[in-house]
């Protein structure tokens, strides 16, 4: 039995004995667990018996547990919490993480926080909090270990053994020239390997270059992917080190931008609690069903255009829910498409064009064959020549126009600063329905009275 | 200017040289990225001119740029070779990349790479490609370091200097007895800090859980996540060193499992190529398409049976759209919460019945918001208070239907073993669909006719 099913084996005694009312062995259990995995333990239960489990964590756990809890529970924790709980809670974590939380915090709060802090960590909380917390700046810590480019190898290692321990995930020094510009990176592996006598100016990596701390979160995280980083230096617009980024901030990035557009795509937030109370819930989906509830009244505005044609042809009324729906699944496709090729930059001004050209190939083509298929069975079905003929070519012609919307839709939606991964689903659904009752109908009108 | 933007301005100024026909500046150029740039550019560009650009590509780089490609496209490049360019290419590669490689090349390819290497690669080769490469086993790289518990530290460096430069990512040595069993892990940052004639078993982190080989893939993510770890030991099912995992291997696979529930959400693969070659893309698509045409037909043969209703009450037609679509968006933004709830392990046996009360009590309130809405809206447009009352009513039951369908419908398919970020959409909405139609033609045959 690995470890990882021994830990899920605990969390799950742990839900039993909870819902057995035996709270000693829970309180027991959850000491023996990290902060994460407590987060992840407080994450799969419904409300009344997280802020129950909440509170027999630790208060010098509290920080950590918090910081690893979605933003939806970790604010409703955080309400719960008295003020001195809260400066306990923020003075356990790094200065990163505290500025991540300070975020949540109430403004009173913060200020004690703020007042508890020395001056110097105080000074480095508020280099970090300058920055727009979705940057290379806010994502950076500010535990920099670095050193001299004209020392010898030697020197540095008496210097880290009366320093002592390092911050964690430190792979690397920083070298600095005396005004704190960042030179290269002097990696822990060199200063183990090579002879003692070489200077940190001759062993030092150049190649690995510095992050501005104006980088969005977002770009970080490709590098890192990109070049396989552990850490990098970050610096301000004058090339002054003020800070690094680790590969475990970075990771919680890519996390959530995974989340965040299969979550946008189905109008939620990706921070939407899975067990949410039922009123807050029935709200942030309510507007999205009240966004739906318009789009689906122009459609059936559209229809109802056509309630003559469908007095007389009242298969029409049967069959199109067909055409709308094959197009929604083509926009959709290409929606989520369009979605991950722009988060990888692969989609300029220069590929629209191609794109939309391959896209409108495929629907011409999954038209043609499926338009067919669906004429076949209206065939069969009804014995009227002219409404399969009808049904077919309504397929057809609704499938381009799925295919132009599902690759200019997120295209726009992205040149007006809109996120295509929110909109873009809900827009071309509502083109390609409105399309495809407008085309089958229309073409019924036409052809069949 | 940042050096991100420099590099996307290069490789957007590649991209016009190429489209401008002029070779010799795109080849020098190309020679300045990295593989996983190189990477990067190729997956942004249509295939045509990917080959085109394929063909400049340094031999060397040839085996580090295909790992970093999408697998779909991968496949392509690799068909294109010959088996002296792909042994090339195989003989750069670290092991575990290697193995990684080897699943996409053809037989005797692999035959002859395996043929090249020396003997003690081959063996590391064959234990990596024993695993699945979906399990550690399959992650990891055979390339450990390690130390004895009983000697001092003074020693270790003494060895680490005359063994030179450290594997990358070596973020710690690992500690092993004499039959090689883990023991502990011994972080380079403990040996450049701790006193050089403390010994390594009292200096050694033995709280860093080994993680068994055949643990799979989506563990081993979870477990670098809540602990935070660079890299960690992998061990058979005896407890022997058998290698290790680095975060970079990581991060591929939670990338991966980020787009591969938002595509397959869509009905595609995860490594779909936005630029695949139109017939490719159509075939691709077309079977997804077919399967919703199946789902359509049953809608529209439900809604048939209600052929003679709608004749008399043409307004249904034009109204029953609604009902469908509001039922779609609902159980379609529980699919997503439940996909990444199980995602994370979150959703047990034991909460099942939990959320679904709760959905059941979301539904219920959105279905009276809305459902109230729509019947104002259909009384205000049509002046029936019976049809209002009709839509009103199958609205609520329908989002109670589709709440149910939600939660039950990817529970179902994770006890069949299927994938509910797949599957379940296209089945809840159907469902939804077939219901919606169902209850509002229905109830309209019941109060209306």
New interface residues.
């Given amino acids: 039995m ?3 099913d021994t830990q ?1 084996a605990a969390i ?1 005694r742990l ?2 004995r909870l ?1 057995g009312g035996n709270m000693l062995p829970v309180k027991r259990a959850l000491h023996a667990l ?1 902060p ?2 407590i987060a ?1 333990f407080l ?2 239960l ?1 409300p009344s018996e997280r802020n129950l489990v909440w509170e027999m964590v630790s208060p010098e756990d509290d920080g950590e547990v918090l910081l ?1 809890l979605p933003e939806s529970i970790r604010a409703g924790l955080i309400r719960q919490m008295d003020t001195a709980e809260l400066i306990k809670a923020a003075e356990e974590l790094e200065i990163d993480d505290l500025a991540d939380l300070l975020e949540d915090l109430p403004e009173t709060v913060t200020r004690e926080v703020l007042k508890a802090l020395d001056a110097d960590d105080r000074a480095r909380l508020e280099k970090v909090l300058a920055y727009d917390p979705d940057t290379a700046g806010g994502l950076m810590n500010t535990d920099t270990v670095t050193v001299r480019p004209d020392v010898s190898l030697d020197v540095v ?1 008496r210097y ?2 009366l ?4 911050p ?4 690397a020094l920083y070298v600095v020239d005396r005004y704190g510009a960042y030179l290269g990176a002097l990696p ?2 060199k ?6 006598d070489e200077l940190v100016a001759n062993v030092m990596h150049r190649d690995l ?1 510095a ?2 701390a ?2 969005k979160a977002h ?1 970080v995280a ?7 980083l ?1 850490s990098a230096p970050v610096v301000d617009s004058k090339g002054i080190l003020v800070g690094r980024i680790t ?2 901030d ?3 990035v ?2 959530a ?3 965040h ?3 946008s ?4 937030a990706e921070d ?1 609690d ?3 109370p ?2 807050q ?2 709200l942030r ?2 507007i ?3 966004i ?2 318009m789009t ?2 122009a ?2 505005w559209v ?2 255009r056509f ?1 003559a044609t ?2 007389q042809v ?2 029409l ?6 055409v ?3 197009g929604g ?2 926009a ?2 290409i ?7 722009m988060a ?5 001004a ?2 629209a064009l ?2 939309l050209r ?1 896209e409108l ?2 629907a011409l ?2 038209g043609v ?2 338009g067919v ?2 004429a076949a ?1 209206t065939w069969l ?1 009804f014995s009227q020549l002219p409404l399969a003929l009808v049904i077919g070519l309504a397929l057809i012609l609704n499938l381009s126009f799925a295919a132009a919307a599902g690759v200019l839709v997120p295209l726009l939606l992205r040149r007006f600063g809109l996120d295509p991964a929110l909109a873009g689903s809900v827009i071309v659904t509502t083109c390609t ?1 409105v399309m495809g ?1 407008f085309l089958f109908l229309g073409l019924g009108t036409l052809i069949l009275l």
């Fill in positions: 690995s470890d990882r899920e799950r839900r039993e819902s990290n994460a995995e992840e994450t799969s419904p690893h290692q880290l053994r320093r002592g321990e390092l964690a995930h430190t792979d822990l592996d200063i183990l390997t090579r002879a003692t270059p992050i501005p104006q980088e770009d490709r590098r890192f992917e990109a070049a396989d552990i590969i475990d970075v990771v919680d890519i996390r931008e995974g989340e557009n299969m979550m795509m189905a109008g939620l939407e899975l067990f949410a039922v009123r819930a029935a989906r309510g999205w069903l009240g739906n509830l689906a009244f459609a059936a229809v109802g309630e469908i007095a009242v298969a009324a049967v069959l199109m829910p067909i709308a729906s094959m699944i083509t959709n496709q929606v989520a498409l369009m979605v991950r090729g990888l930059g692969q989609v300029s220069g590929t191609l794109l391959k190939g495929v083509i999954n064959a499926w298929t669906v069975v079905w329905d009752f």
